[in-house]
């Protein structure tokens, strides 16, 4: 069974930049799609970033385009969320997600991310 680690989240200013890592306990290569989501306090849970393995398509939430970077590093075990020009509408906590080849889907215990205007 794949673990998925988050970590890199904290208290930043609004305007400011934070990166964002989940660490898979085994090589990542059979994972096809890779997530962020968040979920703020009171809301439902939403997609962030999606990357592909196939072709490294990624797709982002309107509300983050421009902004936000998603990015694997297969040789890491590793997806990246590169968060710049923080809002404090992108407090939330941020969960990783893998879907595998076979229909396994596994997800983070979720990093805390929390901007201050």
């Known amino acids: 069974q794949v673990q998925l680690v988050e970590s890199g989240g904290g208290l930043v200013q609004a305007g400011g930049s934070l990166r964002l890592s989940c660490a898979a306990s085994?090589?990542?290569?059979?994972?096809?799609?890779l997530n962020w989501y968040r979920q703020a306090s009171g809301k439902q849970r939403e997609t962030v970033a999606t990357i592909t393995r196939s072709s490294g398509t990624t797709t982002y939430a309107d509300s983050v385009k421009g902004r936000f970077t998603i990015s694997r590093d297969n040789a890491k075990n590793t997806v990246y969320l590169q968060m710049n020009s923080l809002k404090p509408e992108d407090t939330a906590v941020y969960y990783c997600?893998?879907?595998?080849?076979?229909?396994?889907?596994?997800w983070g215990q979720g990093t805390q991310v929390t901007v201050s205007s």
């Open positions: 085994e090589s990542i290569f059979s994972i096809i799609v």
């Open positions: 997600r893998a879907l595998r080849a076979d229909g396994w889907t596994g």
